[in-house]
């Protein structure tokens, strides 16, 4: 029973740890800001507005050991979600488990350490693809080895469903990337083949359960069938216990809303009974979102909630008392067979490719993930999918819980930021320099070569090296990596046949580039900053290249800086930022300065993301000329009030709405 935890400063977060233990936690899910999951220092200029947000910043040795301060960590189960950087945050991890004098061997917990779905659905990405399947499998060869109860990856399907994944394509994509692995792992050499059982039996997954109960049950019994069979037949591995599929779950947070927020909890439960009826199919760890997350980050009180809610189950119900109560039933099974069936389907296209990674970097992967997406976006915008409180029955009583918004979610100090930056400088200052440098260029000469890179990287964190200089080191050898973005080969997923919403916004795209004397109104989607969510980024920027306008969109990962140089160079009458992690409050701002002093501040600019209504304020009081949050479903009504933006900005006259 987990909740996903760290915030602001390694203090604040050891401290929400072991109140979280005392209230009947059983195990650690650590939650690492983003220049952490990125592989950079919170002095990086891409780290400004980023630190704390979303997680714990850990920089260096002396980050990890105030996380973990008295929390005995050889009798911990800790989950990390980390994977550019996941070979670093073990190290820093096994270090700080010797200092308190544990048994390495005895070390329990996960490293998510999936890379691929980085590059379709998270964003947390570093590495091109070849060397990050090597961090990988080195991981997997020393863990196995020297840390036998550690899973060194978490194949996660999670946010994959997040980017739009079908059941059947969640199933399949997840099972391609661990053959992708464990394919690695078994032609790589540092593994002898008899070991591989041992290697299958430390693999696990992480997956995400929605609100459709039957369907999800019935996904992950098919998830156990396929894997029992691909370790079997692939792998021949003849132990049913090495074979047998783990998995934990984070039920989705894609399906939370803002609007009437408290009926996110009863989304919570039906989609964590979903995952634990099914015996045969039951989780083997559980983590809750919390029902304000839609709204920003939950509080403590909040994260209580959801524990509660699992012990609750666990010990008032008799729901765990049981053989599996789908057994035998024709509907399951004949849903199971079709999801299985469907999913083999996909991973052969995908084998033929020349498996995942090449899937990957053809584009292929991300661009079915945005098309179904994108359909997905459609049918809750038509009304064929309904969502309570958002596109029906949206009348509500007022909400106690939500009445002073500013309140309702955990706020991070802005503060925070100086002081661990302050807090990195001294550590620098007072290091042994040399070893530090000595440890980084062994690093760097492992990485040209073929050795397994973990005990460089012990050695790096025993010297007092910082995240961004183990990471930065790495990105000198191996390069960096940037994503195919899906958008331009997306197909169109909304009807513009004539009296539809869209054809309307069509035209008055149309009318406008006219009455602007341009051939298209060319708009520029930008992500600020570390945030990888790149989901809402790329449904505008597809809805709006189908409306008509020229869309500049270069991905993830860009500062203030390049954006404004982006809208310059590219004459853009409107720019678009997306920001889910909660540094729009430093990020859009910036944006806005750089425009003016570059003389475009008649540009209009909106904002997008998880933004508080005071933040909302604020922004709008900076001059952002619009604001859309998760409750702003219509994505054909935002495209169509970013047109009237641009109209006002360079004083056009309101178009006619015809009869």
Not at 554 to 567: F, K, S
Request: charged share 25%.
């Amino acid at each position: 029973m987990r909740t996903y935890a760290g915030h602001s400063t390694a203090e604040a977060s050891n401290e929400l740890y072991r109140r979280n233990l005392a209230k009947g936690q059983t195990g650690l899910s650590v939650a690492f800001d983003l220049p952490t999951q990125t592989g950079y220092d919170p002095d990086h200029v891409l780290a400004r507005g980023e630190v704390g947000r979303v997680g714990v910043p850990v920089s260096h040795l002396g980050d990890m050991r105030r996380l973990f301060e008295d929390i005995p960590l050889e009798r911990m189960n800790t989950s990390m979600t980390i994977n550019a950087t996941a070979m670093w945050l073990l190290a820093l991890y096994q270090v700080v488990a010797e200092e308190q004098g544990a048994d390495v061997a005895r070390l329990q917990g996960t490293t998510q350490n999936d890379i691929v779905k980085e590059y379709l659905s998270r964003g947390t990405h570093v590495f091109p693809p070849g060397p990050s399947l090597r961090l990988t499998t080195d991981m997997i060869a020393y863990t196995v080895s020297r840390i036998p109860k550690w899973n060194p990856i978490n194949i996660c399907s999670y946010h994959l469903q997040e980017a739009g994944a079908t059941p059947v394509q969640e199933i399949a994509y997840a099972m391609s990337t661990a053959i992708a692995v464990l394919d690695a792992v078994r032609d790589g050499g540092q593994v002898p083949r008899e070991r591989m059982g041992d290697v299958v039996a430390r693999i696990s997954f992480f997956v995400n359960a929605g609100v459709r109960f039957v369907e999800e049950m019935c996904k992950m019994r098919a998830f156990g069938r396929i894997w029992d069979r691909v370790t079997r037949e692939r792998y021949g591995i003849t132990d049913v216990r090495q074979r047998r599929f783990r998995y934990g779950v984070q039920v989705n947070s894609l399906g939370l809303t803002e609007a009437q927020p408290e009926n996110n909890v009863q989304r919570i439960v039906l989609e964590m009974l979903g995952v634990t009826l099914s015996k045969d199919a039951r989780a083997r760890a559980v983590q809750l979102p919390a029902w304000n997350e839609a709204l920003g980050l939950p509080r403590p009180w909040d994260q209580q909630w959801s524990l509660r809610i699992q012990q609750v189950l666990a010990h008032e119900s008799d729901l765990l008392e049981y053989e599996d109560i789908f057994d035998g039933s024709h509907v399951v099974e004949a849903k199971v067979t079709e999801l299985a069936g469907d999913a083999w389907d996909e991973m052969d296209r995908i084998r033929q490719m020349g498996g995942a990674l090449a899937a990957v970097e053809s584009g292929y992967l991300k661009s079915r993930l945005v098309a179904s997406h994108a359909e997905r976006r459609a049918r809750i915008e038509s009304g064929e999918e309904k969502i309570v409180g958002v596109n029906v029955y949206g009348t509500t009583e007022p909400n106690p819980l939500t009445a002073d918004l500013d309140t309702a979610v955990h706020t991070v100090d802005p503060a925070v930021e100086d002081r661990v930056v302050q807090s990195l400088r001294d550590w620098r200052d007072t290091r042994d320099g040399r070893r530090s440098r000595d440890a980084l260029e062994r690093l760097k000469e492992t990485a040209r070569g073929t050795e397994n890179l973990m005990a460089a990287t012990l050695e790096c964190a025993r010297a007092g090296v910082t995240t961004g200089e183990w990471a930065g080191a790495l990105r000198e050898v191996f390069g960096e990596y940037r994503a195919p973005t899906g958008v331009s080969s997306a197909p169109v997923a909304v009807a513009a046949e004539e009296g539809t919403a869209l054809a309307e916004v069509r035209r008055r795209v149309r009318l406008t580039a006219r009455d602007l004397g341009v051939g298209k109104l060319r708009f520029l989607v930008g992500k600020p900053g570390l945030d990888g969510h790149s989901n809402g980024a790329e449904q505008i920027a597809v809805r709006a290249r189908d409306a008509g306008f020229e869309v500049v969109y270069q991905g993830i990962r860009l500062t203030p800086e390049q954006i404004v140089d982006a809208a310059l160079a590219e004459d853009v009458h409107a720019v678009g930022l997306s920001v889910l992690s909660g540094s729009h409050a430093r990020l859009v701002p910036d944006v806005l300065e750089r425009l003016r002093e570059a003389g475009a501040g008649d540009i209009p600019v909106i904002a997008g993301g998880i933004i508080p209504n005071g933040d909302a304020r604020r922004l709008r009081a900076a001059g952002v000329a619009a604001v859309f949050t998760p409750k702003d479903f219509d994505i054909t009504g935002i495209i169509g009030r970013i047109v009237d933006e641009i109209r006002k900005a360079n004083k056009l006259d309101p178009l006619e709405v015809p009869a």
